[in-house]
Nanobody, 121 residues
Framework: VQLQASGGGLVQAGGSLRLSCAPS????????VAWFRQAPGKEREFVAA????????YYADSVKGRFTISRDNAKNTVYLQMNSLKSEDTAVYYC???????????????WGQGTQVTVSS
């Protein structure tokens, strides 16, 4: 499964962006999806995850109340709506998919190429 992440860009602090993730040449059928991010010089960290049926959703404490993960299974796309962005949200954002949902990157076996999000203060 090849994943395409898009929607990154440069935004001022307090602004919003919406990231999208879609598989290329495949579907997200019965698969769970997560977003991770990696800032320069830091380890990759979990951001949010959602299962296929949308009844299990998880967020990192650092983004709760500001980010919303959602999915449109008919459109085969997962979204990450990011509001009230802060400079510390600056990172490359990756989407990943797995047969199980969780916050550990080790459980995700397919990853997208990443999209850069830069928040200026």
């Amino acid at each position: 499964v090849q994943l395409q992440a898009s929607g990154g860009g440069l935004v001022q602090a307090g602004g919003s962006l919406r990231l999208s993730c879609a598989p290329s040449g495949s579907t997200f059928s019965n698969r769970d999806v997560a977003w991770f991010r990696q800032a320069p010089g830091k380890e990759r960290e979990f951001v949010a995850a959602i299962n296929w049926s949308r009844n299990s959703i998880y967020y990192a404490d650092s983004v709760k109340g500001r980010f919303t993960i959602s999915r449109d299974n008919a459109k085969n796309t997962v979204y990450l709506q990011m509001n009230s962005l802060k400079s510390e949200d600056t990172a490359v954002y990756y989407c990943a998919t797995s047969a199980v949902v969780g916050s550990y990157p080790e459980i995700y076996n397919y990853w997208g190429q990443g999209t850069q999000v830069t928040v200026s203060s």
